[in-house]
Nanobody
C-alpha cells in the first residue's frame, strides 16, 4: 500500500502562486496514476487534476484549467501541483491520491494523503 504525504500549502494573496508536493512511499510509484483533490469548508471534496503513470496524460477540472499544472517525477516518487493566478475560491484543503494503473478522477482511490491547507486571501 502506497503512503502519501503532501507539503507546500500556506497563505497566499490573490493572483499568487504555490506549488504543492506529494511524496509517495511503500509502493511502486510509477505504477500509480496520481490525482489532486480539494475540499473547501462546508463543501464536498472535488477533483482538481490527475496524471497518468508516465506523465503523458493529464486531466483538469474546468475551474482550474489554464491556471494549475500537475506533473510528476517518478525518480523522486513525487507528484506536484503548480497553482498560479490563485483566487479566494481556491481556498481549501488539498489532498493527493493514488490509484493503481489509472488516473484518479473520482474519490475511489487506493491511497490518500493527509491534506495541506491552501488559503488565498489578501
Amino acid at each position: 500500500q502506497v503512503h502519501l504525504v503532501e507539503s507546500g500549502g500556506g497563505l497566499v494573496q490573490p493572483g499568487g502562486s504555490l506549488r504543492l508536493s506529494c511524496v509517495a512511499s511503500g509502493g511502486t510509484f510509477s505504477t500509480y496514476g496520481m490525482g489532486w483533490f480539494r475540499q473547501a469548508p462546508g463543501k464536498e471534496r472535488e477533483f482538481v487534476g490527475g496524471i497518468n503513470w508516465s506523465g503523458s496524460i493529464t486531466s483538469y477540472a474546468d475551474s482550474v484549467k489554464g491556471r494549475f499544472t500537475i506533473s510528476r517525477d517518478n525518480a523522486k516518487n513525487t507528484a506536484y501541483l503548480q497553482m498560479n493566478s490563485l483566487k479566494p475560491e481556491d481556498t481549501a484543503v488539498y489532498s493527493c491520491a493514488a490509484r493503481k494503473l489509472i488516473v484518479p478522477l473520482t474519490l475511489k482511490n487506493d491511497a490518500w494523503g493527509q491534506g495541506t491547507q491552501v488559503t488565498v486571501s489578501s
